[in-house]
Structure formats: structure tokens, C-alpha cells
């Protein structure tokens, strides 16, 4: 992931950040592979930032998109729209699902091997 552009926002309290993310031989990242690679490029948690376009060129290897980073969640729930906010809770959501059966299929496989 490359971060393209950061543009800071004081009166609101926020910067919008535009990146780049590469997938060369694979489909477009999902957003919960963006938003953890974002909150780890930055350095804050995932519920400050909110990812609101990730576009890919016809046959194009790579991917464009723009995020909002927070100071404060009460900020995100206070200024963005709701839809955002749903879309991007939707995507924690998945995303722990599938850190959890991955841990599952884990623990199974090492009963499997015992």
C-alpha cells in the first residue's frame, strides 16, 4: 500500500488520505484487507477511519481509493453518513468472523494432527 496523498483538516478535526494499493495476479483488496492495512500504515485504530471509495481501471493491477481518519469516533458517527458508518462496521464485523474461523480451523487442524 502506498500512501498517495494526506491532507489535514482542522477545522473538522480529520484527514482525508488517498492511496494506492497493488494486487498484482489477484482480485481487488476487500475492505476489511484495506482498512487493516490503512489503520496499520497510520497508526490508528480501525474504528477512526472510514473508507469512502476504492476504484480499480478496467485491467488495471492496481487500486485507488480514499479514506477519512478521525481524531475522535464521536467525530466519525458525527460527521459522516450513515451509510459510511453501517458500511464500515459491516467490514469489522467480517473481518473479526474470519480472524475467528481461521483461529478455529487452526485449532482444529492441530487436534487433526494429535
Same mark, same amino acid.
Given at each position: 500500500?502506498?500512501?498517495?496523498?494526506?491532507?489535514?483538516?482542522?477545522?473538522?478535526?480529520? /484527514?482525508?488520505?488517498?492511496?494506492? %494499493? &497493488?494486487?498484482? @495476479? $489477484? +482480485?481487488? +483488496?476487500?475492505? +476489511?484487507?484495506?482498512? /487493516?492495512?490503512?489503520?496499520?500504515?497510520?497508526?490508528?485504530?480501525?474504528?477512526?477511519? %472510514?473508507?469512502?471509495?476504492?476504484?480499480?481501471?478496467?485491467?488495471?493491477? @492496481?487500486?485507488?481509493?480514499? @479514506?477519512? %481518519? #478521525?481524531? *475522535?469516533?464521536?467525530?466519525?458517527?458525527?460527521? /459522516? +453518513?450513515? #451509510?459510511?458508518?453501517?458500511?464500515? &462496521? $459491516?467490514?469489522?464485523?467480517?473481518?473479526?468472523? *474470519?480472524?475467528? &474461523?481461521?483461529?478455529? !480451523? &487452526?485449532? /482444529?487442524? =492441530?487436534? !487433526? =494432527?494429535?
Amino acid at each position: 500500500m502506498e500512501i498517495i496523498e494526506r491532507q489535514k483538516n482542522p477545522l473538522l478535526k480529520r /484527514e482525508g488520505v488517498k492511496f494506492q %494499493v &497493488e494486487h498484482s @495476479a $489477484a +482480485p481487488t +483488496p476487500s475492505r +476489511p484487507d484495506i482498512l /487493516e492495512e490503512l489503520s496499520s500504515e497510520l497508526g490508528v485504530s480501525k474504528n477512526l477511519i %472510514v473508507i469512502e471509495r476504492i476504484t480499480t481501471s478496467h485491467g488495471s493491477q @492496481a487500486a485507488f481509493g480514499k @479514506a477519512r %481518519v #478521525y481524531e *475522535t469516533e464521536d467525530l466519525l458517527k458525527e460527521l /459522516e +453518513p450513515k #451509510y459510511l458508518i453501517e458500511r464500515g &462496521e $459491516a467490514t469489522k464485523e467480517k473481518s473479526e468472523e *474470519t480472524e475467528e &474461523e481461521t483461529e478455529e !480451523d &487452526e485449532n /482444529e487442524s =492441530e487436534e !487433526d =494432527e494429535e
